[in-house]
């Protein structure tokens, strides 16, 4: 049974972590097949944003811990593991985690390494590795203290605490908090509108946001300027600004 599921939805195309029996553990499979996923979906225009999903119980419970327990560090640093985790920093169209219940260790570290996480009232996060004697290595201690903070990742990546969706919303790692009944319908909303923007925009300002925790101000603003340049060269601009003007709803063409 395929361990990635693919719908799509108009513009948007929902990927389903399948291996709910392990609460979606990410297993060198599983990533295998979710990074070529994505890669393919990020190669299609058609697709203007991608919705990462898992199940109601878990977005997913880390790295498949048999697995890495049958590893040794040398083998990991040999492998392939890293590579995957690069490319998925690759995906330009817009990625978005929808997270409903355990968003845990490499769980939490995917949803980070999205551009947006929305996540149901169930959602809970976080870094569980010391107690496991290992450390996070995919983001979870970057990004999360780039998203929060030291003060709250030293406290989730050293007590191995849990973070619940409304905490994860305040401490600034989630963008939205979605009903418990209706988090995948809503997040679907949510990449609708996303899909429904110009794409090229759309990943020129994705990419400007991220340089806000690369660079320094002065070279980040540079790069916000030359993107806004650019995108003025763009058909979608003169269709976005002339629909404003025509007072008619803009039709993107991702050119
Ligand atoms: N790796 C491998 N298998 C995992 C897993 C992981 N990260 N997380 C859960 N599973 C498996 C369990 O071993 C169990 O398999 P089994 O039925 O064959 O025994 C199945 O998924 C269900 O998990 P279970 O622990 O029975 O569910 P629960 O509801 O009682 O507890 C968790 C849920 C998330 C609290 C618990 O599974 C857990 O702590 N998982 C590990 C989290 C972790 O440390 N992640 C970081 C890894 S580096």
């Not at 968003?103 to 996540?119: F, R, S, V």
């Amino acid at each position: 049974m395929a361990l990635v599921l693919l719908e799509r939805e108009g513009a948007v195309v929902v990927v389903t972590l399948n291996r709910p029996e392990k609460l979606n553990a990410l297993s060198e499979p599983l990533m295998t097949e979710l990074v070529s996923a994505l890669e393919e979906l990020d190669a299609d225009p058609e697709v203007r944003c991608i919705l990462l999903a898992g199940s109601d119980k878990a977005f997913a419970a880390g790295a498949d811990v048999a697995e890495l327990a049958a590893f040794s560090g040398p083998e990991l640093y040999a492998g392939r593991r890293v590579e995957r985790w690069d490319a998925l920093r690759r995906v330009r169209t817009p990625l978005v985690a929808a997270v409903s219940g355990f968003c845990l260790g490499g769980g939490c570290e995917l949803a980070l390494a999205c551009d947006l996480i929305l996540a149901s009232e169930t959602a809970v996060f976080g870094q569980p590795e010391t107690g496991l004697g290992i450390i996070p290595g995919a983001g979870g201690t970057q990004r999360l203290a780039r998203a929060a903070g030291k003060a709250l990742a030293m406290d989730v990546v050293l007590t191995g605490r849990r973070l619940s969706a409304e905490e994860a919303r305040s401490a600034g790692l989630v963008a939205r908090v979605l009903p418990a009944a209706s988090w995948l319908a809503d997040a679907k909303a949510v990449t609708a509108e996303i899909a429904a923007k110009a794409p090229l925009a759309q990943r020129l300002a994705a990419e400007s946001i991220d340089r806000a925790f690369e660079s320094p101000l002065t070279a980040g603003l540079d790069y916000e300027r030359r993107s806004l340049e650019l995108t003025l060269a763009t058909d979608d601009a003169q269709e976005g600004l002339q629909a404003f003007l025509e007072k008619r709803e803009p039709r993107f063409r991702g050119s």
